[in-house]
């Protein structure tokens, strides 16, 4: 099993940059597929980017293509989601998944998560 836990959202102004991280417990992180996901309220949650255990692999949400990166660091136990040129309806909370099967978009084939961290955006 694997633990998660996010940091680094707050309240920017649009056009600014934040980067998250979400720091993983356990010893075989390097296994897992990780990913962002993020939920506006009265919304679903939906996809933002993940990246394959080696890093080799990434997808992203059309929506955020070319403003956001996601990276990971397998001997630090971490993923980042670098955000730049952020607008306001990039503004949710956002959440770091894990999982160990082959890398997805799909929100339900992540078993572990994270209890999210707020990112808003003002205009």
């Known amino acids: 099993q694997v633990q998660l836990v996010e940091s680094g959202g707050g309240l920017v102004q649009a056009g600014g940059s934040l980067r998250l991280s979400c720091a993983a417990s356990?010893?075989?992180?390097?296994?897992?597929?990780m990913a962002w996901f993020r939920q506006a309220p009265g919304k679903e949650r939906e996809f933002v980017a993940a990246?394959?255990?080696?890093?080799?692999?990434?997808f992203y949400a059309d929506s955020v293509k070319g403003r956001f990166t996601i990276s990971r660091n397998n001997a630090k136990n971490a993923v980042y989601l670098q955000m730049n040129s952020l607008k306001p309806e990039d503004t949710a909370v956002y959440y770091c998944?894990?999982?160990?099967?082959?890398?997805?978009?799909?929100?339900?084939?992540?078993?572990?998560w994270g209890q999210g961290t707020q990112v808003t955006v003002s205009s």
């Open positions: 998944a894990a999982d160990q099967s082959p890398i997805s978009r799909v929100v339900r084939r992540y078993d572990y």
């Open positions: 356990g010893r075989t992180f390097s296994r897992y597929t």
């Open positions: 990246i394959s255990w080696s890093g080799g692999t990434t």
